[in-house]
């Protein structure tokens, strides 16, 4: 079984930072692709970001500049910094993993999501 847990989330002022981060567990053999995605109400859930193992990134246009991802391989973890925040970035943000588990099938794994808040 494999678990992906997200910490970092919360209310902060709008300018403000918030850093994301996403831990894997379980019966992992090799993660490949990593990223977080988010979902305000009433909306459908968005790529922010994306990174590959080889650490090749791919940011949403509305984050360009202002949020950077980064994973550690031999950690299972990805992280998401986030700065100069927008209350238009008020969203619950979920990771996800492709990941292959020690039974060598490919698979997407989700997080359970964490609420950020912008306020003006």
């Known amino acids: 079984q494999v678990q992906l847990v997200e910490s970092g989330g919360g209310l902060v002022q709008a300018g403000g930072s918030l850093r994301l981060s996403c831990a894997a567990s379980g019966s992992i053999f090799r993660v490949t692709a990593m990223g977080w995605y988010r979902q305000a109400p009433e909306k459908q859930r968005e790529l922010v970001a994306a990174?590959?193992?080889?650490?090749?990134?791919n940011y949403a246009d509305f984050v360009k500049g202002r949020f950077t991802i980064s994973r550690d391989n031999a950690k299972n973890t990805v992280d998401l910094q986030m700065n100069s925040l927008k209350p238009e970035d008020t969203a619950v943000y979920y990771c996800?993993?492709?990941?292959?588990?020690?039974?060598?099938?490919?698979?997407?794994?989700w997080g359970q999501g964490t609420q950020v808040t912008v306020s003006s």
């Open positions: 996800k993993m492709s990941l292959y588990r020690t039974n060598y099938v490919l698979s997407d794994y």
């Open positions: 990174i590959t193992r080889g650490a090749d990134t």
